[in-house]
């Protein structure tokens, strides 16, 4: 596995799942870049490369087929040795993204295997692309009108040619035991049967007898014994709907790959390119595909060989001379175009379909996601639709939407009043601390008098002094505050002071006591955010002496303002 030269100059890619691709380039214009470009071609095959596929490595060879014919173009002469930095730069600016990314990749390859780089170039590889890619967007589901058309046309084509594979059949079993060399259709039958899928010119010379008009029943007789591509594709899109697997993973499927685990059920292995291997238990209807399959080509295997062993096969009649067997493997672009063509497939535009496994692997998912649903648009069946909304869609009067308002306003106020820090202040003059609070001076709307009762103590209640105490965030705009005292530590409308340090200790000996003897769970959410608060913001705003101080000079405060003598 890997990549070789053949002289002159043509790349042999030996890839994955024994698949050969070969790529001339003793063509291109400047023999010393082309070998330079061949050298890193075989150096980014994998396993050391990414080349892995015979669609990878076509694109690849047609990128630096293209780069070293517009470089040549540009007068540009030598090697990759010979490439200054500024024209490998100046090219991959008018690169796309995947082109800039296959250049990048073979320059790396062949600098890896020892080939000679400039430096700058070799910077640049190992730096940031220049292109990036465009965000691309999903695959597109099909209609239910396109989704139906496209699995009838499957089951329309695999239905006829199963059909005249079992008529074929019989006919070949009828003619086994004739020993004339007469031309009937039995006869016909049993030794293309046993002849195998042969070109149509050594397919004639098997009945020496035929006339022009046998031909076209020798040839139909030939494609209805063994399954041509297009029937495999039709079987293989048909496996695409029915499971939902990524097109790379169904194309590349072989016998082997398929377990059976009952009579009825299948346990199928595949590779998914993005993640590697996987395994599904196949839904009923893929595993009466599968075995209708495996009835349907099971003539054509036993002369397949080698190639038996994939599950995807087809006869190709071919027009050459020789005895050889064609085989080919179904799902190619070509194949999809000319079989919606053959299939008359059509779009909801009313143009020809185009046959994408994406898509195709999109649309599945995307009824599966809907599969669960009643078909109903009403929760009660009793009820009509417009009877549902008017009881559950109903705009709601002016009262309700003030209520609403008002809730979402609260709870607003709510989350902002907790983000806010506490007011923290030692004793000083009103007019410094205005100065250095006007948030609560404006938002409480407090004027230098009230501010001045802040400072003096005659707002205090227990663990702090209260801006406002009638116009309490936990009470109706004129009545005392009746929140608890820890309260306090979150409201907008406390400040704390020197004064309030001993019963503000108080109150950590309290959560303390609390915290040991509540669950967690409920200490947390009960007394969780005013502790972090006094543990976190307000008490290592004071310094140790005033906390020490306080410590031993526990003094008692009153808990409201109506005990205040």
């Known amino acids: 596995m890997g990549a070789h030269l053949r002289p002159p100059l043509r790349v042999v890619f030996e890839l994955p799942s024994a698949v050969i691709y070969e790529r001339d380039l003793a063509d291109l214009p400047d023999p010393i870049l082309a070998a330079d470009i061949a050298a890193g071609l075989v150096a980014a095959t ?27 173009a540009d007068g540009f002469r030598g090697g990759f040795a010979d490439m200054s930095t500024a024209a490998v730069v100046g090219y991959w600016l008018t690169c796309d993204f995947h082109r800039e990314r296959r250049i990048r990749a ?74 004339d060399d007469s031309l009937s259709e039995d006869r016909m039958a049993w030794v293309i049967r046993s002849s195998g899928p042969l070109a149509i010119r050594s397919l004639m010379a098997l009945f020496p007898m035929a006339t022009v008009d046998n031909r076209q029943r020798v040839v139909s007789l030939s494609r209805s014994l063994f399954p041509e591509p297009d029937v495999a594709f039709a079987y293989n899109l048909l496996f695409a709907i029915r499971t939902g697997i990524v097109p790379d993973g169904i194309d590349a499927l072989r016998t082997d790959d398929v377990t059976r685990t009952g009579p009825s059920s299948i346990l199928l292995s595949y590779v998914k390119g993005r993640t590697g291997k996987e395994s599904l ?128 306003e609260d709870a607003q106020t709510d989350i902002r009043r907790k983000a806010t820090p506490p007011l923290v202040t030692n004793e000083q003059d009103a007019a410094k601390f205005s100065q250095q609070f006007p948030n609560l001076v404006r938002e409480a709307e407090l004027e230098l008098p009230a501010v001045q009762k802040l400072l003096d103590a005659e707002q205090d209640v227990f663990v702090a002094a209260c801006a406002s105490p009638m116009k309490s965030p936990y009470a109706p705009v004129g009545k005392l505050c009746p929140a608890r005292p820890w309260v306090c530590l979150l409201c907008p409308l406390a400040v704390f002071t020197a ?58 405060l009153p808990f409201t303002l109506e005990e205040q003598g």
């Open 46 to 72: 994998y396993p050391h490369g990414p080349i892995r596929t015979k669609s990878v490595a076509s694109q690849y060879a047609t990128t630096m087929r293209r780069l070293a014919r517009e470089l040549h």
């Open 106 to 179: 073979v320059l790396s390859a062949f600098h890896t295997a020892g080939g000679q780089l400039q430096p700058g170039i070799v910077h640049h590889l190992t730096g940031r692309r220049i292109n990036q890619i465009k965000p691309g967007k999903p695959n597109r589901p099909y209609s239910a009108t396109e989704w139906e058309r496209l699995a009838q046309a499957c089951n329309t084509m695999i239905k006829g040619s199963i059909h005249d594979h079992r008529q074929a059949l019989e006919a070949s079993e009828r003619g086994k035991d004739l020993t």
């Open 281 to 408: 238990v196949l839904p009923r209807a893929a595993v009466r595909l599968l075995d209708q399959w495996f009835e349907h080509s099971e003539l054509l295997r036993g002369h397949a060989g080698d190639q038996a062993s994939q599950l995807w096969l087809g006869a190709k009649q071919a027009t050459q001379e020789g005895g050889r067997i064609y085989f080919t493997t179904p799902r190619t672009q070509y194949r999809r175009r000319s079989w919606a063509q053959r299939a008359g497939l059509i779009d909801d535009a009313g143009t020809l379909l185009q046959i994408h496994g994406g898509r195709v692997r999109a649309t599945f998912h995307h009824l599966k996601d809907r599969s669960a649903w009643t078909g109903r648009t009403t929760i009660d069946p009793n009820h009509s639709a417009k009877v549902e909304a008017d009881h559950y869609l109903s705009s709601h009067t002016p009262a309700q939407k003030d209520a609403i308002e008002g809730i979402i």
């Open 499 to 556: 004064r309030h340090l001993p019963n503000l200790l108080g109150l950590k000996e309290y959560f303390s006591t609390q915290a040991a003897q509540l669950p967690l769970p409920q200490f947390m959410g009960v007394f969780g955010p005013y502790s972090t608060r006094l543990d976190e913001d307000i008490l290592p705003r004071f310094s140790t002496r005033e906390i020490a101080a306080a410590a031993g000079n526990q003094q008692t």
